[in-house]
DNA sequence: TTCCGCAATGTAAACGTTTACATTGCTACT
DNA sequence: AGTAGCAATGTAAACGTTTACATTGCGGAA
């Protein structure tokens, strides 16, 4: 499999090497004649430039890396493809890794990111620790998503959390709940604020919250319901971690015979595909998960430019009503 | 952003670039006392191998790339979490691209790869032709999930699709249906064979197949079950092409006030997470999408340690019977 | 003491590009 | 005719590794 080289390609248009490489990144500095003849060889012999060598000489890759959370999680995807759409704009392509959900993976995915050297990184959730993210920003340009921090070296991009929970409580109270429930999401890459956002809401409104772990997937949201739901004084809604988490809730309740809303309220959060299909459609908070990968690639492209001051944006959460919330049962 | 090279670290370290080098890819021949010296300096300036230097020097990436048609569909991030698992088993790296399900972006995330000289490809129902997939398996060892080819160039692995029609089919007609509509999946990326084989089936049986198109996502489950639901004769069973799919006709019927298994039953493909999770739980046929993955990257090792000759695998598929099937109305 | 063998380390030539700079021929002006 | 200027192309030195091979130094056998 000995790949052709730019050398190959210059031998048998005769040219000169470097000529082949302004081809190669179409330099107006070369005649038609010449373009065309290297084209025509290029593609004859199927020679492609081996980014390795390109990278090495130039500095730049052209590529931004993405350490995505759970790439099982619509919420995630979504930003990559909104990522996607934003780097090819600007004619640059996206690599994505991910840690499955585990910290050691977590790790590798970013080590490789960084090995491979791309221009940025774009990260998802991050499990680690704030200081960990540190270290990587200050090998390359570095937005973080869903991760509280306000360091100076990267830039985040994160959701209002305590409005949205805010948002989630007084409607719910709206509807005549108090006994709520939360499914956390976990400990580790900003679920932590979702769940004391949740807490400090109800404890303004003089509510106790009720608490469980999770791990933003289906099968904690299903624990998490079968553990609520089994207390002496079940809730008489879930608020759950995210939308994942909420398909899980719905799946406990209909198994074990329960209906939502007419039983238990059910809320997601996060607003991704999930929400609207499905027999009973979530009311859940709206985030807008493919402007903030546009928004992280546009931050990133800065950073590449130069900019150093950090930005830390944070987007109003917006609660979409849907049908799985309703009046609390008498 | 000057990163520390690995002369930094050999000059700090006080010892040659190459012993450095062994030190960095764990030889055995590098005395403890100099391996110690030097993993220390390397931390300390937080030094981190080049990939790109390290790759063109050696010619290898201890990297395999994968293209995923649509990362949205739990099908696909099954499949690359199998991979991942296997590849790490390996001591290998699995980077992800997605051409997002367009034409022009498959072949921009398959050049990537192909462009990285990762040590082979996995290809994840492309859409492109056998032609260029033979191209790409020219160019580095390849495994192509999801379609059907024969190619001597490249290794397949696929569904049973003739047996998993079969299967659905002979289950919906043994509750009493007959007017059964199917609800394609794309007609590039293997779609074409599940449409062919419930045609199939349904003509040797003596009845009608009903067919709408589709891409595989929910958006057109819910169009296609909108169709044709419009009907005169509205069909009584919907086989959808995927459990994605599959949620958009769930999502449609529970719209237009109709209810599965009641009205309508439905069957999806693929078994995905999504199947189990959601009011109505779907009958669908099962797919081993992790195993898939890790039996991939099996195949592609094989490949780098040098098997030449292709091999075709052939998945036998196994139905799964859900809440959302049941007696043909009368 | 001499010399062999071996473990530990160093030397230097790749790997396939990019890119600053040098060279070559023209055209067109004086 | 001589030459300035410019477009088109060539030259060669990086870039940061790996790796075959050379060198060093040391312990022990002769």
Known sequence: MAQPTMDDVA??????????????NRSPRVSDHSREKVL??????????????????????????LMLNDLHNPYFTLMAEGAAAAAEEAEMRVL????WKQDSGESQAIELLLGLR????????????????EQC?????????????????????????????????????????????HIE????????????????????????????????????GYEGAKTVMALKEPPTAIFAGNDLSASGVLAYLDEAGLSAPGDVSVVGYDDTVLAGV????????????????????????????????????????????????GPAPS
Not at 11 to 24: D, P
Not at 123 to 130: A, D, F, I, K, T
Not at 154 to 179: K, P
Not at 185 to 203: H, I, Y
Request: charged share 20%; net charge negative.
């Open 40 to 65: 025509a060889v290029a593609n004859e012999i199927g020679y492609r430039p081996n980014m390795a060598a390109r990278n090495l000489a130039s500095g730049q890759t052209q590529t931004i890396g």
């Open 278 to 325: 499905g027999a009973v459609s979530l009311t859940t908070v709206f985030q807008p998960c493919k402007q903030i990968g546009g928004t992280a690639i546009q931050a990133l492209l800065e950073r590449i430019d130069g900019r150093t001051e950090a930005r830390h944006e944070v987007l109003e959460p917006r609660l979409i009503v849907r049908s799985s919330t």
């Open 96 to 99: 994505i890794s991910s840690g």
């Open 137 to 181: 920003a200050a090998q390359t340009p570095t937005v973080v998503v869903g991760v509280w921090a306000t360091s100076p070296a990267f830039d985040t991009i994160n959701n209002d959390e305590d409005h949205g929970a805010e948002l989630i409580v007084d409607h719910l109270m709206g509807l005549g709940h108090s006994r709520i429930a």
């Open 185 to 220: 999401g976990n400990r580790v890459a900003g679920g932590l604020e979702r769940r004391d956002s949740f807490s400090k809401s109800m404890m303004n409104r003089g509510l106790a919250p009720i608490l469980v772990e999770g791990d933003f997937d289906e099968i904690s």
């Open 11 to 24: 031998t048998k248009a005769g040219v000169s090497r470097a000529l082949v490489s302004l081809v190669m």
């Open 118 to 133: 791309t221009d940025a990184v774009l990260l998802g959730s991050p499990r680690l620790p704030e200081l960990l993210l």
